[in-house]
């Protein structure tokens, strides 16, 4: 089945300054990877998605990037804003269902 | 609705007791999905279904746990038994297509704690 790692586990930066969080995953079938963040005592929200046969996507702020022969995939917040601060976790298919990572604490520091 | 319902949210629950959580997806969503985070933020997959029907059902634990989707009802999670490693954040979540495709619409949790 499919595994997922994140990286790092928390995250300190700036306001204003860019974030970066990693994943990489093991199933070479594996074609769609959600993002979700996830705020303290809320529930995941889907902020950005890819699928496998494209390279980069972006929303404004944020953007997604996938690299299918190395297995990973990153997940680029640009300008970051306090409200930014949350946990952000990755996801790939696995079948009929998805395998997250183990999370990112990101804050933002004022 | 356009919210993934759950309820309650919050639960106590003293070891050995029952436990039964509900989830009523979007109006329209096909798919349901039932996933447990504990402590450490980490999403265990649970169960999901098509409908009424259980479509995957690799991470149950079935000595104690079941689930059902009936029509007209809210979907249900039900732990026999609580032990203290249950305690966790319940999510259920729901889709309008077939898992996997799609990103899920979760619903807000229940927080089970087994004391």
């Not at chain 1, 699928?51 to 300008?79: C, P």
Request: with cysteine.
């Amino acid at each position: 089945g499919e595994n997922v790692e994140q990286h790092p586990s928390t995250l300190s930066v700036q306001e204003g300054d860019s974030a970066v969080i990693k994943c990489t995953y093991s199933d070479s079938a594996s074609n769609y990877f959600p993002w979700y963040k996830q705020e303290l005592g809320k529930r995941p929200q889907l902020i950005i998605d890819i699928r496998s046969n494209v390279g980069e996507k972006k929303d404004q702020r944020i953007a997604v990037t996938l690299n299918k022969t190395a297995k990973h995939f990153s997940l680029h917040i640009t300008e970051t804003q306090p409200e930014d601060s949350a946990v952000y976790f990755c996801a790939a298919n696995d079948g009929q269902n998805f395998v997250f990572g183990p999370g990112t604490r990101l804050s933002v520091l004022p | 609705g356009e919210e993934v319902a759950q309820t309650p949210k919050h639960l106590v629950r003293g070891e050995g007791q029952k436990a039964k959580l509900y989830c009523a997806p979007i109006k329209g969503h096909s798919y349901v999905f039932w996933y447990q985070q504990v402590l450490k933020n980490e999403f265990k997959f649970l169960i999901s279904f098509q409908n009424e029907n259980v479509f995957d059902e690799t991470g149950m634990p079935k000595e104690r746990f079941s689930a059902k989707c009936l029509p007209n009802s809210p979907c249900s999670l039900e732990i026999q038994a609580t032990k203290l490693e249950d305690s966790a954040v319940y999510f259920c979540a729901s889709s309008q297509f077939q898992g996997g495709n799609y990103g899920y619409t979760f619903g807000s949790g229940t927080r089970l704690t087994v004391v």
